[in-house]
């Protein structure tokens, strides 16, 4: 297997743009998170999804960052406007379970710049 | 809101050495304690993981040992290999909720 999958590798956008990221699970998982990962705040788990439904988006910062997974095999993590402090590796992971209690695996990160 | 706090930030330890990180968490419904291992430039991986059903775990090199009275656990690598360098997080999970530690960068000196 190819692991999870994640695009772009590095993003670099100005502040106001639109920045999509984009993550293709383990095939057969069906939970999916996105983290973002920062030297000031460490891992956060952004947004859990189990089988392709929004669990859990407590983390999600504000209403500029937004995601969605139209399948079993596709997720997006927006954020609308971007700015400066969006700066950050974002991660996506997924699992063979429902919940925090199995192993994830994730996949190399997106690293965002903003500037 | 942290709930789970790591220590050391850094860690140095010669070849052959035992590295120890400690964590210790807040909220008691948390059930399932993994730690991940992060080279950089790659997403976190899993390295080994405890339920509170048992006190400690062993997985070649690597040991995981549990309090739950405490609320804290520590990962052990004994014999650390150059090859460990690595950053660690543990965390800690339950039915709805997961919290990482802030990481401790292991640097193994040859």
């Known amino acids: 297997d190819a692991g999870v999958i994640q695009s772009p590798r590095h993003e670099v956008t100005e502040m106001g743009q639109e920045v999509t990221l984009r993550c293709k699970p383990i095939?057969?998982?069906?939970?999916l998170f996105w983290y973002r990962q920062t030297m000031m705040r460490g891992l956060e788990l952004l947004i859990y999804?189990?089988?392709?439904?929004?669990?859990?988006d407590s983390g999600m910062p504000e209403d500029r960052f937004s995601a969605k997974m139209p399948n079993a095999s596709f997720s997006t993590l927006k954020i609308q406007p971007s700015e400066p402090r969006d700066s950050a590796v974002y991660f996506c992971?997924?699992?063979?379970?429902?919940?925090?209690?199995?192993?994830?695996?994730f996949g190399p990160g997106t690293r965002l710049t903003v500037t | 809101q942290q709930q789970v706090k790591q220590s050391p930030q850094s860690l140095i330890v010669q070849k052959g050495g035992i590295s120890i990180i400690n964590c210790a968490y807040e909220?008691?419904?948390?059930?399932?304690f993994p730690w991940y291992q992060q080279f950089p430039g790659k997403g976190p991986a899993l390295l080994i993981a405890?339920?509170?059903?048992?006190s400690e775990k062993k997985e070649g090199r690597f040991t995981i040992s549990f309090n739950k009275s405490a609320k804290q656990f520590s990962l052990h690598i004994m014999d650390s290999q150059p090859g460990d360098s690595a950053t660690y997080f543990c965390?800690?999970?339950?039915?709805?909720?997961?919290?990482f530690g802030a990481g401790t960068r292991l640097t193994v000196k040859p």
């Open positions: 992971a997924s699992s063979l379970g429902e919940g925090f209690r199995y192993e994830q695996y």
């Open positions: 095939s057969g998982h069906n939970s």
């Open positions: 999804f189990n089988n392709n439904v929004p669990i859990d």
């Open positions: 909220n008691t419904a948390f059930d399932y």
């Open positions: 405890i339920r509170p059903d048992v």
């Open positions: 965390a800690a999970s339950g039915d709805n909720d997961m919290r």
